[in-house]
């Protein structure tokens, strides 16, 4: 109640986001929706639909945010519709629209309710930015408390990440086509470089045509199949596709007892090699310049210009 949060039963009391939640930081709306989400919110899901004469194709599906109001306050529901539609909006999800309807019964004390609907577009970006997790870019939200939307919305999450990855390649591809074709480069030249079909470069350079996504057979649930073979608890298999040095400033992180080796937000770390290597070194140095130099620690977190110079 502190927080916010409403007393009693939620259909019958005139509630809204809590105000401290608009001048919250970033992390805590993305954590305050998350949890939010875990509970009652919309389940992704990534189906196979057949085609007549046709191959099959991925469908996003994502069911509206619902929740039942008193009739008397239906106002006040649609104004908390909207709000959390305007949270929403603002980590990537884009949302069709808000609207109230009749649910067409009536409870034991005579008192009627109408269901709340914020509904979602059913396209990549709002799948993605519903389902990946904290810490990537363009994350956005992702569930907690609820082990099974978590599940899906990982897989899923992982899927979309694919075929986004894909869609953004295609796109440099036919910025780079355009731009060889104006240097004088042949079509089947540039098809060559890119690894593309010469039609396709063909109808970009000759013809005017917009790249729109290009054509992959890969399919969400013979995907999932295939990436969790041999793994469990929501690991899966993936590509390296290149190692590098990078610098960020916050990093979310978990302990393993048996292995020191794990992912944090994409990248294969070590939770305690630099310390144990680095502390002995450091206390011999200590002794040798005692008096002569000082060494201490730097806090990366709050130094970060001075973490990114020297890596």
Not at 104 to 133: Q, Y
Not at 148 to 173: H, T, Y
Request: charged share 25%.
């Amino acid at each position: 109640m502190v927080l916010g949060a409403p007393a009693g039963r939620k259909t019958d009391a005139e509630y809204g986001l809590p105000g401290w939640l608009g001048g919250a930081s970033e992390l805590v709306q993305r954590e305050f929706l998350a949890a939010y989400l875990g509970g009652d919110g919309p389940k992704v899901d990534i189906r196979q639909v057949e085609r007549e004469k046709k191959l099959p194709y991925n469908s996003v599906n994502i069911n509206d945010l619902e929740f039942h109001k008193n009739e008397r306050l239906a106002k006040s529901g649609m104004e908390l519709a909207t709000s959390l539609a305007r949270l929403l909006e603002s980590f990537g999800v884009r949302v069709a629209k808000v609207f109230s309807e009749d649910e067409g019964v009536v409870w034991k004390n005579g008192r009627r309710s109408v269901i709340l609907h914020v509904r979602f577009k059913h396209d990549v970006e709002t799948a993605f930015s519903l389902t990946r997790r904290i810490g990537y870019v363009y994350c956005r939200i992702g569930y907690v408390y609820c082990r099974q939307k978590q599940a899906v919305a990982e897989a899923a999450g992982e899927f979309l990440a694919r075929i986004r990855r894909r869609r953004e390649k295609w796109q440099v591809n036919y910025a780079m086509a355009v731009q060889w074709a104006k240097a004088g480069v042949g079509v089947k030249g540039i098809a060559d470089k890119l690894g593309v079909n010469a039609g396709t470069v063909w109808g970009w350079v000759k013809e005017g045509k917009k790249a729109t996504t290009n054509y992959y057979k890969e399919k969400f649930r013979d995907w999932v199949v295939g990436v969790e073979i041999g793994l469990k608890d929501g690991l899966m298999w993936d590509i390296v596709d290149g190692v590098g040095e990078v610098f960020l400033p916050k990093v979310a992180r978990i302990s393993v007892a048996a292995n020191h080796n794990f992912i944090a937000n994409g990248f294969v770390v070590h939770n305690c090699g630099p310390c144990k290597m680095s502390a002995p070194v450091l206390d011999q140095l200590s002794e040798e310049y005692a008096g002569k130099a000082v060494i201490f620690k730097v806090d990366v977190d709050k130094e970060t210009d001075l973490a990114a110079r020297f890596g």
